[in-house]
């Protein structure tokens, strides 16, 4: 495993858990407005200040966190392209400690397998847009999204579904538009599209990938209650 971050704990990440999050280099999607630069290439990692983080390390660290820690988040950059990540989890499980995995949803075979072997307790998707500007802003195909998505809604696994609004990317009509195809993909897969766990989270101009970016005011209070409330009329139950 390429590990290039570690926060030794956090009370948000897990949903109603303590844990601590590591986080992965190395990233399949390069969506321009992502926060987090320095894991997304081996190239932007070397040239930040941050330092690998041996896998022993890791665990050394875990071992002193037993009765702390509830869980471990893996983030990144994006998990899922880490060749050994399922042995990673099963080093995790073998310690007691609960996992969550962060992902963009692009590697579903991974997700399907991780999810069967009982190596994940909880996954967050990021939905980055709705599907017709998916491969625009990923160069990524919307059907691995919509199968890892599948995956997700199917099975028994507890999960939450993400999306950062950024101006310049996202608006009124299409989150009206994702909602609308988020709700389909809920009743397709047996889900009540009323209980779907779905959060909007602002974008916050920080590191971000593209500079551009790091120049681009968030929307306002006011216009993101707004994009809020156009999503929460398709699905009521969306967290903000």
Not at 111 to 140: G, P, R
Not at 176 to 205: T, Y
């Amino acid at each position: 495993m390429l590990l290039g971050g570690l926060q030794k704990a956090t009370l948000v990440d897990y949903p109603g858990k303590v844990a601590c999050t590591i986080f992965t280099v190395g990233c399949n999607f390069f969506c321009p407005f992502c926060h987090n630069k320095d894991l997304v290439s081996l190239k932007n990692f070397k040239q930040s200040s941050l330092s690998f983080i041996k896998e022993k390390d890791f665990f050394d660290f875990l071992l002193t966190r037993q009765q702390v820690l509830d869980g471990v988040c893996i983030t990144g950059g994006e998990p899922t392209i880490q060749p050994d990540l399922a042995i990673f989890c099963q080093k995790i499980k073998n310690l007691d400690f609960l996992v969550k995995l962060d992902t963009n949803g692009g590697q579903p075979k991974i997700i399907k397998h991780l999810i069967e072997q009982k190596l994940i307790d909880f996954i967050a998707l990021d939905v980055k847009v709705n599907k017709d500007n998916y491969y625009l802003l990923t160069n990524t195909s919307y059907q691995k999204i919509a199968h890892s998505l599948k995956i997700i809604l199917s099975g028994s696994i507890d999960y939450q579904l993400r999306t950062t609004l950024v101006p310049k990317i996202h608006n009124e009509d299409n989150l009206l538009i994702l909602a609308k195809e988020l709700k389909s993909a809920a009743i397709e897969n047996g889900v009540d599209p009323n209980s779907l766990s779905w959060q909007l989270q602002r974008f916050r101009p920080q590191n971000c990938l593209k500079k551009e970016f790091d120049k681009l005011s968030p929307f306002s209070d006011q216009e993101f209650e707004r994009l809020v409330l156009a999503a929460q009329s398709v699905i009521p139950q969306v967290a903000a």
